[in-house]
């Protein structure tokens, strides 16, 4: 208290200018150099320690990430890139490419929406198919596909975001719940979003430059062939089992890295 008196003193006296202007100026100085007030986040709510947990997570996991990789694994990145395989899958998180590549890096071009939507992403699918020239178009649905069982319902309360991409699916009207009904629809959805890559990479598929696959990866065991399966249930447009096994030159169910090694598939290329 007593230094604020002398200072409004010595501010406000007539006399001692050179103190004044000394005083002024350390104030200027000051006030010009102060470091901002960050404000820090003292409660340590829920929702705070789920994002910290989350930044945590993804952070950490990339340290590990780079302690494992040494310079030769990415050289092969750097030089470009050359996939197998344009991906379309949905976004859901318990799809993912481990399930179909053991090493994805470099093998997918992979774009993902919710309920694998081709309309809204069809630049990047077409850089996938025409300018990174993979020869396989995976149009990639899942078990239980929580965009799929929004469709099936009266969705007009969601957000216009939503809405817009929701529209795309084109899935009959059903009861959510039902699997075999959900299954059904997965199914629609994937046949309807080859319809349109179809219609869009006509060219590629008559100069047999592509070939469009369309599989259900089931997590659910909902068709009976094993946890974790990908099922194949179109193929360039058939949906019928005895084309799709002339198509790629195999019977029954089988992996993407059967698909890859197949004659039929090694003919395409
Ligand atoms: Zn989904």
Redesign the pocket.
Known sequence: MAWILLFIIIIFSKTMLYLRIILVSIALVNFAYAKPVIKTHTDDTGEQRKIMVAVDHVLAANRDFVKRHRKGYFLPFIKGQTPKATVLG???SR?HTHAIDPHPDGDLFLVRN???QLVPVRGSIEYGVRHLHTPLLLVL??TM????RAAMQDYTEMSPAIKTELDNLHVPHGDPDNASLVLDSVEHNINHQIDEAISYFSDELNQKKLIVIGAVYDFRNDYHQGYGRLIITNVNGSTDAGKINQYLGFSGKKSLHDVFTSDAYKDRR
């Open positions: 949905c976004a859901d799809v919710i309920g694998n649905g899942h596909c929580g965009a799929v």
